[in-house]
């Protein structure tokens, strides 16, 4: 998945996808149901995770790092494509 080609809503779908455990999940459910509304508007994926660090206060460090590095490009490729 290349998410530089990724819609912001898919990115923060994706990032979703690797929020998990305990007061988190009604607050991901909720981001759930709104992506699928199209009621949530975020310009970029940095403000997302922004919104997302407001909320949770750093505990998401692996989270932010994980999206970080799926950012990165070597030679041209993605991380998934390169390894």
């Known amino acids: 998945m ?6 912001v809503e898919g990115q923060v779908q ?3 996808s690797y929020v ?3 007061s988190v999940d009604v607050w ?11 009621e949530l508007e975020y310009e970029s994926v940095e403000e997302f995770l922004t ?3 407001k909320e949770f206060g750093g505990g998401e460090e692996k989270l932010v790092k ?3 590095l799926r950012k990165l490009e070597q030679e041209g490729k ?5 390894v």
């Open 2 to 7: 290349n998410l530089k080609e990724e819609s």
């Open 51 to 53: 919104s997302l660090k």
């Open 78 to 82: 993605t991380i998934e494509e390169f």
């Open 20 to 22: 998990q455990r305990g």
């Open 28 to 38: 991901k459910e909720n981001m759930m149901e709104e992506l699928e509304a199209v």
């Open 66 to 68: 994980t999206a970080e």
């Open 14 to 16: 994706w990032i979703l």
